[in-house]
């Protein structure tokens, strides 16, 4: 038992000692002084979620988007591939995305909508921004999973950028030389040294004098 | 909702008769931000703009090799900024032309210097923020300038005792560790008296993190 702990008297269990009422139990700690202005406890009693309602929603929505999703493009649209399962593969992490970003917004938007209009305009900048996050979210997240197509625009930008970033790196460089073990060797022995002041800096301080 | 990095709340340092306090965000902009930072001055450092740069590291050089040891030495300089000067040597056993690239000129160490001692974080509590930017400023001119000699001289004796004879590579490799050895030991030194902050946010970091780690057990 560290001193920052005392045991509960009712069942036991270690708790911190600043705290009035026990974490574990919720009993009166004995050690707090019983007056007539007792205040209430300003830190809520958390109580312990068993069954993750909102993680189970969450993913029993983006199966059950994902399996329309998927159904609707198997049947309607002409694809590089050839399995439900794998197309319900796909979407799944395209649509948890998108889920988890308009719920994220949503969240946000109930929190800062109650503070007035500010607070409603905040909420439709998050919802806003979903949006847009998940139509270029969800096309990149395709292209990269559907190689055939994505693969030959993808070598045409990459060619593109490099061959940009190339002409770039000669107008404004004469020449980058990389550097061998030289800077290595002085980043080692300056790292050395400060090993050694650190050190000394250890000895010297007390144990307790990082303090409030 | 509280802020936790709330100044008042931060635990605070006693180390040599002064006080410090750091928060966070200072803590984390010195240990991710300051690689990045050194790796761009590097090449901010290559750029052809800064060309003079390396004009006036070799005629500084060609100037006291000159003085000191009379090789009438001459610096070529490309026109068109497309190779490093080079400083040449007339009736060299060797080659007798020396290329002076980025790394000649210490500029990994200029970067690393720069680099750390713009992102020192300063203490919340015990130091006058303009005192301690002055202290910056004299450390940053004292680390540069000391480097800058201890570079020059560095490669005024490489050139000598090339001339003289001894092969490039053992005299660079040789001259090179102990001009490391005297800078680092320099820097160390010039930043332990005049910009204790380095290391003081450093061992402060420690302090946290052990705290931490011992109230959880």
């Not at chain 2, 635990?11 to 006080?19: A, E, G, S, Y």
């Amino acid at each position: 038992m560290s001193q920052d702990e005392i045991q509960c008297s009712k069942c036991g269990k270690l708790v911190q000692k600043d705290l009035t009422y026990c974490s574990q139990c919720g009993s009166l700690l004995t050690h707090t002084p019983t007056s007539s202005l007792a205040q209430p406890p300003t830190t809520p009693i958390k109580t312990k979620k068993k069954i993750p309602y909102k993680t189970i929603t969450f993913f029993a929505v983006v199966a059950i988007v994902d399996l329309l999703v998927s159904f609707l493009f198997m049947n309607g649209f002409q694809l590089p591939v050839s399995s439900y399962g794998q197309l319900y593969l796909i979407f799944f992490f395209v649509t948890a995305f998108s889920i988890g970003l308009l719920w994220l917004a949503g969240s946000h938007a109930s929190f800062s909508g109650g503070g007035g209009g500010g607070g409603g305009m905040e909420g439709c900048g998050y919802v806003i921004g979903a949006i847009i996050a998940i139509a270029i979210g969800a096309p990149l997240i395709l292209a990269s999973v559907l190689s055939t197509v994505a693969t030959n625009i993808g070598d045409t930008i990459s060619k593109a950028i490099n061959q940009a970033l190339e002409d770039i790196f000669t107008e404004m460089f004469a020449d980058v030389e990389i550097p061998g073990f030289e800077p290595l060797l002085f980043l080692g022995l300056f790292a050395m040294l400060s090993i050694i002041i650190l050190y000394r800096y250890h000895l010297k301080t007390k144990k307790n004098s990082l303090s409030n | 909702m509280k802020r936790h990095d709330c100044i008042q709340d931060r635990p605070i340092l006693h180390l040599n008769h002064k006080t410090y306090k750091f928060l966070n965000h200072q803590l984390a902009t010195l240990f991710i931000v300051s690689p990045i930072l050194c790796i761009s001055i590097y090449f901010f450092l290559s750029l052809r703009m800064n060309y003079w740069i390396y004009e006036f590291t070799s005629s500084f050089i060609s100037v006291f090799l000159n003085l000191l040891f009379n090789l009438n030495a001459q610096v070529i300089i490309y026109p068109e900024h497309d190779i490093f000067p080079s400083i040449f040597i007339p009736n060299h056993p060797f080659e007798g032309s020396y290329a002076i690239t980025i790394n000649c000129i210490a500029g990994h160490i200029f970067s690393f210097i720069i680099g750390v001692i713009l992102l020192v974080p300063s203490s919340k509590i015990g130091s006058s923020k303009k005192e301690f930017v002055w202290r910056k400023i004299k450390v940053l001119v004292i680390s540069i300038s000391g480097i800058f000699i201890l570079n020059v001289f560095r490669i005024i004796f490489l050139l000598y005792f090339n001339f003289k004879g001894i092969p490039f590579e053992i005299i660079h490799e040789s001259l090179f560790f102990l001009s490391a050895v005297i800078g680092a030991i320099f820097f160390a030194i010039v930043l332990e008296h005049w910009l204790p902050e380095l290391f003081v946010s450093i061992y402060y970091l420690y302090r946290l993190i052990s705290q931490k780690i011992s109230k959880k057990r």
